[in-house]
């Protein structure tokens, strides 16, 4: 029997596992690439078109496949010479750089190995004992003999303050659909919700379409993502305490992650390179964390940790950096309690930190910038809420994605682990907490192609 490999999502982890299939498969396989709509290879984060949107992991470490750590850095320096290994690149360089090594890992393959791209929406999936049957939103049935939810980012949540004004065109849920921040007028009064990465890329576009009036970004804590170094070649990185890797608690954990940072900078480091050094020990580390400890970081410490793990590139920093001086953008601490629509603007309550009243605020837009949402409870996802409705799926308890096996099995809320549906996304954040960047991805996505290839052989 032909192995079949059916893969969800057409972004940066389906295409990453489907280039490891296809380079290293023998055969006979076939492996689907399904995604709903638009180019393969881009998703998200790499369908950018705009030189605002830079990487925000330097060139050196941006490479597809773990044993060519190089890969990425020579395809840059085909398409522009003067490339570092520090530099912050188009995101949009990024997705030709998937697009071309997909293309080349198709004309590659071995010729008991074919491969299929399919535009589609998969909308439901029924795991028998031999086959996965995915029913398509166009009323067709694909059948393979495994599957991998390979879906990226999703829109971000509404957040419950804002419900009031949700159905509003004026309020924008998802800065990234295409051409949504067109038609906003350059005089336009703008609220941004969230001030990490998302609102810092929502204001450089609207500052490159021409946007003239001042923007108002709000969050809770006013938190503005750090930024990168400057052109470095990789850093050498300190030693992480064994007595560290040991902590189970929040509260010993954070003091010595203190400490760390205290001890390497005495030695020269800079405090990246201890949150760099503590990455590879971080899937360890969250895993040992009690529920409770996860959520105590959850509610008080994961804006800190997220400003500081997931940096700003340099230019990106500095352009923000000019309008805050130049009062084009201003960002404040507050929460949001009351939203209403009126025919002139959308009218929202604000409890500025400090102030003992909530201020009144008339805007003409509301942009939702806080981030990708993983919490099944609040996605639109028609597969996922499916499989999940039928008990097929769990979601963790502290809503950060699918609970799922060390070998990517995706878990039944019986703890039973699937056999043929299998889980490669930022979903698998529940696990390992670090699973949103490319040099995590990357390994998941080799790892994973190893184990679907070892099942095909053995079956």
Request: positive net charge.
């Amino acid at each position: 029997m032909q192995q079949h490999i059916s893969i969800i999502g057409s972004g940066f982890c389906g295409t990453a596992l489907t280039i490891q299939l296809l380079r290293h498969a023998k055969g006979p396989l076939h492996v689907q690439l399904i995604n709903r709509s638009g180019r393969l290879a881009r998703g998200l984060a790499y369908g950018t078109r705009s030189s605002s949107h830079l990487l925000n992991v330097p060139a050196g470490r941006m490479s597809l496949f773990p044993d060519r750590p190089d890969d990425f850095l020579l395809y840059a320096q085909s398409r522009l010479p003067e490339s570092r290994t520090g530099d912050f690149l188009p995101r949009s360089l990024y997705g030709d750089y998937l697009e071309h090594r997909l293309a080349e890992a198709i004309a590659d393959k071995s010729p008991a190995v074919s491969f299929e791209h399919v535009e589609a929406q998969v909308i439901d999936s029924v795991v028998t004992h031999d086959k996965v049957a995915l029913e398509l939103q166009d009323g067709r049935t694909l059948e393979a003999t495994q599957a991998v939810i390979a879906t990226g980012n999703f829109a971000p949540a509404i957040p419950a303050p804002l419900a009031g004004i949700a159905a509003d065109p004026r309020f924008i849920r998802d800065p990234w659909l295409p051409g949504v921040l067109d038609p906003i007028d350059r005089n336009a009064r703008i609220l941004l919700v969230g001030t990490g990465l998302t609102m810092l890329d929502v204001a450089l576009s609207l500052q490159d379409h021409g946007h003239q009036s001042p923007l108002l970004a709000v969050s809770r804590r006013a938190l503005l993502p750090q930024p990168h170094r400057t052109n470095l070649e990789s850093p050498t990185l300190p030693s992480v305490p064994e007595s560290l890797l040991d902590r189970t608690t929040m509260r010993h954990l954070l003091s010595d992650i203190r400490a760390f940072v205290d001890a390497a900078q005495r030695d020269g480091y800079d405090w990246r390179d201890v949150v760099a050094a503590l990455r590879p020990a971080t899937p360890s580390l969250w895993q040992r964390l009690a529920c409770s400890e996860r959520r105590r970081f959850l509610r008080h410490l994961q804006p800190y940790w997220e400003v500081h793990r997931h940096r700003a590139a340099p230019n990106i920093a500095k352009r923000i950096e000019a309008m805050l001086l130049h009062n084009l953008l201003t960002v404040k601490a507050g929460r949001l309690s009351v939203a209403k629509v009126s025919d002139e603007a959308l009218l929202l309550n604000v409890k500025m930190r400090g102030k003992q009243q909530p201020c009144r605020l008339e805007v003409d837009y509301v942009i939702n910038c806080t981030g990708p949402c993983s919490d099944l409870s609040k996605l639109d996802e028609p597969l996922l809420n499916r499989l999940h409705a039928r008990s097929e799926v769990q979601r963790d308890a502290e809503g950060l994605g699918l609970e799922a096996t060390e070998d990517y099995r995706l878990l039944a809320k019986d703890q039973a682990a699937h056999e043929r549906l299998f889980l490669l996304s930022p979903m698998l954040r529940a696990r390992y907490w670090e699973a949103t960047a490319v040099p995590e991805l990357r390994q998941h996505a080799a790892r994973l192609a190893e184990q679907l290839l070892k099942q095909g052989q053995a079956n």
